[in-house]
């Protein structure tokens, strides 16, 4: 998992915010945490959002990792108890070439940046540390094989994996752009 090149697009495979949506869930019997993210979420978003984390939480990366074989992909972590910036950093200081990883979107389970906003812990969600169980495959495809690769991926497992980001040439480190934009993640 060390040949990222510069160019390689980031894919990632599963959406982010299970913690805090696991963490709604339980605050939907906890009127003092539920005061706090009231305003922003539902609880039938809540019990959406708890329904796309099990999920994701259940699904093997199994079909993933196999495509990364198909698809050439030159670089791979999962994501998961360092958030995807801790192990998109770890990867990137991993590689031969000298390059850095750019993460330009976040697929967050919907509300689950709101939630994480509103309710006064922080989980570092949006700055890229927020801790994931049975998280994602993130890795460094070809461009011109990543739309395949996510493509296939929807046609097996029936979930939708994102482009994210992109392989610069750089210092061996992970960065998500200020600029970046969430993309929300509803299987429902």
Partial sequence: PENAKVGDVLVLTKPLGTQ???????????????????DVITKEEVIKAYLTAMFSMA?????????????????ATDVTGFGILGHATNLAQNQKESVSFVIKSLP???????VANACKINFKLLEGFSAETSGGLLMCLP???????C?????IDKRQAWIIG????????????????????DYY
Avoid: D, T
């Fill in 151 to 155: 493509a296939e991926i929807q046609q």
């Fill in 59 to 75: 699904r093997l990366n199994r079909n993933g990792a196999k495509l990364m074989c198909k698809y050439q992909a030159h670089a």
């Fill in 108 to 114: 967050i389970i919907a509300k689950m940046a709101a």
């Fill in 143 to 149: 461009p011109e094989q990543a739309a395949e690769y």
């Fill in 166 to 185: 992109e392989v610069i040439a750089g210092k061996r480190e992970a960065i998500i752009s200020p600029e970046f934009k969430i993309i929300e993640v």
């Fill in 20 to 38: 805090i949506a696991v963490n709604a869930h339980q605050w939907l019997e906890e009127p003092s945490q539920w005061k706090n993210i009231e």
